[in-house]
């Protein structure tokens, strides 16, 4: 019944953007902070970026700041992630993820749902 869906990959040429959605369903994001992963073939997953479920604190990665913009709806229970200006190092698979607490925290560990992917290709 829990679940996290994520939609909005596609092939997108370098320097355009996308905007992906993480749905949840069967709890509600609000007491939940959401992290965005991607995981590029034959590399690690790493954290993208994640929002706090207690102050709608935000972070990202070095490689992606200044470009990514995460956001949520808790009325909508989805979160969002804003990519802009897209280069080849952001091909992989995005998943999003959501660990129970409610705090000015987001680690990327300790995670307790997980969505099983949106693919992200930028080439041209």
């Known amino acids: 019944q829990v679940q996290l869906v994520e939609s909005g990959g596609a092939l997108v040429q370098p320097g355009g953007s996308l905007r992906l959605s993480c749905a949840a369903s069967g709890f509600t994001i609000a007491y939940y902070y959401i992290g965005w992963f991607r995981q590029a073939p034959g590399k690690e997953r790493e954290g993208v970026s994640c929002i706090s479920s207690g102050d709608d604190d935000t972070f990202y990665a070095d490689s992606v700041k200044g470009r990514f913009t995460i956001s949520r709806d808790n009325a909508k229970n989805t979160v969002y992630l804003q990519m802009n200006s897209l280069t080849p190092e952001d091909t992989g698979v995005y998943s999003c993820?959501?660990?129970?607490?409610?705090?000015?925290?987001?680690?990327?560990?300790?995670?307790?749902?997980w969505g099983e992917g949106t693919l992200v290709t930028v080439s041209s």
């Open positions: 993820a959501a660990r129970r607490s409610y705090g000015r925290w987001c680690p990327y560990y300790g995670m307790d749902y």
